[in-house]
């Protein structure tokens, strides 16, 4: 039985400063949830300890309860965790359709072949054209990525990430960038994700958070200050001083 | 709607594609005749132009920046040269000692090299070669050192057409290979690993992202190109009968990046014009001139970068939006 992500006594440290302190966090199937806190509470830096871009000084991962926290990042997407980036990290001189066909590829264990078209497989082209609908890509499928604009290519980066069939989506401020007028673009693609696929979001756009997410958990300093569901989280005191504050119900 | 425009951009490219193929092997051909006094210089040419190929598989589409590709072209000629010194005069045979030569010494310094980036990459890229030449100018008794590799008799291609005195042989051995090696890479780039490079080169973190193992990925297209100089390498020695420390050279690996940036990163055709350009410019301004005709280059790579960044094969497209621009 699946048993999705298990974090047990995570910790961080940059020589002196602890950015990861004593983090247990689990995602179950179908889970979607936030990971809230203000800048500079280590949300990021617990996605990359997550998928592999950082190394925990101590602490297990668990993926279906096989150990993780050893692979690196490459190997880890393979184990079926993904992470779309704050900053969106694109093929920008590539089409749409590139962007996706990467990852696909990738995933298929076909991006080391030296021989045939990158673009000659139907299976592939069709598993794109799928991705390209759910997104409403697809007028934009060969318009190159640069020539985007930002909010779409948030949709891109969640396309091509999902491109990966991960089991685990790690969302990093999927709304960063975005125009508050476009945001439900955003917010409607999360609603449209599998629903059997586990998703973290970290986000400080609380509208999004509150519509999306079932379960938000609370980072300050590293540390996990709280759990709960978002009718939990909004009536607390300490979360509404430390964090929420003027943000929520904005 | 939008498959349609796909299929009909993908054939238009195709077609150009196919078209300038075409074009290049008639005038390949065409060349043999127009200038049959100057076959060895054409040869050096078509040598040349498969060097830059495998140096814009590198650079144009992975990105590696690499100011020691001569490594790989040296260590293919030399190898090559031994091989027919020692042990067989066969061409072929000795092409391909050559390219698995120039992929061994590729796969070995990328295990190094693909760890670095910027200007650690360049400075041991060029630390690379600068060790391979001084190696074998130690050695001279068995590479003959600053004097050369002599003593290299090659024997007929294919046991019937000898290497003659004009060059004729050579010319079409060197055009034949340039054109097998020219079709092959188009194979590579067009492919899930060519896409794959492309991708590192635009972004390596997002490839790691999706589950690419940059490293090995990045050593194995250096191998590759790595085998494709030295097949260059290889031509080189087995048409001029000589090796010398030259093959290893830092002004070697200068010229080809620049050969490269003139006819443009990314698109294999540049390698070609650039190529043709740079050495023919070379080559008449050296004989007009030959104390300045460097400036000549220089400037010729300065309007080029500064005009058309792109390289020569970006003049039409800039060319199109400026008359664009202007009606």
Known sequence: ?250 | MTKSISTSRVGNNAAMGLALDVLLISAGIAAYFLFPDNLGFLTRVLIMIIMVLSLDLVLGYAGIATLGHAALFGTGAYAAGLFAVYISGDPLLGLGVGAAAGGVIAFFSGLILMRAHGLTLLMLSIAVAQVLQEIVNKERPVTGGSDGLQGIDMDPVLGIFAFDFFGRTGYWYALIVLFVVFFFLKIVVASPFGLAARGIQESAPRMRAIGTPVYWRLVGIYTLAGAVAGIAGALSAQVTELVSLDALGFTLSAEALIMLILGGLGRLYGAFFGTIIFMTVHHTAASIDPFNWLFVIGALVLLVVYFVPEGLLGLPEKLRKHLRWGG
Do not use: C
Request: charged letters at 25%; aromatic letters at 4%.
């Open chain 1, 1 to 250: 039985m699946s048993v999705g992500l298990e974090v047990e006594n995570l910790n961080m440290n940059f020589g002196g400063i602890v950015v990861a302190r004593d983090i247990n966090f689990d995602l179950r199937p179908g889970d979607r949830k936030a990971l809230i806190g203000p800048n500079g509470a280590g949300k990021t830096t617990f996605a990359n300890l997550l998928t592999g871009i950082l190394t925990p000084s101590s602490g297990t991962i668990r993926l279906d309860g096989q150990d993780i926290g050893h692979l690196k990042e490459s190997r880890r997407v393979k184990a079926g965790v993904a992470k779309t980036f704050q900053i969106t990290t694109l093929f920008k001189r590539m089409s749409v359709r590139e962007n996706i066909r990467l990852p696909v590829l990738e995933r298929r264990g076909e991006s080391r072949n030296w021989f045939g078209r990158a673009d000659a497989n139907a299976e592939v082209e069709d598993e794109i054209d799928t991705l390209l609908t759910q997104f409403n890509l697809q007028p934009s499928a060969e318009v190159q990525v640069q020539d985007l604009a930002y909010g779409q290519q948030r949709l891109v980066e969640m396309a091509l990430t999902l491109a990966l069939k991960p089991r685990i989506l790690i969302l990093d401020e999927p709304s960063a960038g975005v125009p508050s007028s476009d945001s439900h673009v955003v917010t409607e693609a999360i609603e449209r994700l599998p629903e059997d696929l586990s998703v973290l979001i970290i986000e400080h756009d609380m509208k999004l958070v509150f519509k999306v997410a079932n379960t938000i958990v609370v980072l300050v300093d590293g540390a996990i200050l709280t759990e709960g569901t978002p009718a939990e989280i909004s009536k607390d005191q300490q979360v509404r001083d430390l964090y929420l504050g003027a943000r929520h119900g904005r």
